[in-house]
């Protein structure tokens, strides 16, 4: 598998999000910080994520995927739109819930001119774990399955946080 790599343009207020190879954990302080960024992004009108070159996309990555259409949920006429043709992404998208939220296509509406390639935000060990946690807390919101799924998970993060005296 090819390591992971974001990609992004902003082009005639559509936002294009590009996933492509092993999308993982170690991706999502670049996500998030995206997910920031279009909840305050100008002149929005659409936002698509392609996800056709992605081979592998983790529940954490694709919890912050779900935080995108929460962070736009009532700014746009259209919920964003997901963009999958392989078979097992799509059945993975299916089974998470993500068509309440996306729409969900096989071919893009429209292809950018040009994606840039995202810089790499980093994040220490704590900062991963909380972002972690939150994006399983997110996928645990979408549905049934997935609060079935991921609760085990989430107790387990929850009860390694340091205690707050």
């Not at 302080?29 to 909840?39: G, I």
């Not at 935080?67 to 919920?79: H, I, N």
């Not at 939220?101 to 991963?128: G, K, S």
């Amino acid at each position: 598998m090819h390591e992971g790599r974001l990609k992004a343009a902003f082009e005639s207020g559509v936002f294009v999000l590009k996933l492509c190879g092993d999308v993982r954990l170690t991706l999502c302080a670049t996500l998030d910080n995206q997910v920031q960024r279009l909840a305050e992004m100008p002149g929005l009108t659409a936002v698509m994520i392609d996800l056709r070159e992605a081979s592998n996309v983790d529940s954490t990555a694709l919890g912050f995927l779900a935080k995108v259409a929460m962070a736009v949920k009532g700014r746009l006429e259209q919920p964003p739109t997901i963009v999958a043709d392989h078979p097992d992404v799509r059945r993975m998208l299916d089974v998470m819930g993500f068509a309440h939220y996306f729409n969900l296509v096989e071919a893009p509406l429209t292809e950018p001119a040009q994606l840039d390639d995202l810089p790499l935000v980093e994040a220490d060990e704590a900062a991963m774990q909380q972002r972690i946690l939150e994006a399983h807390r997110i996928l645990m919101r979408m549905n049934e399955h997935n609060r079935e799924q991921f609760q085990p998970l989430v107790e387990l993060l929850e009860s390694q946080q340091p205690q707050e005296h």
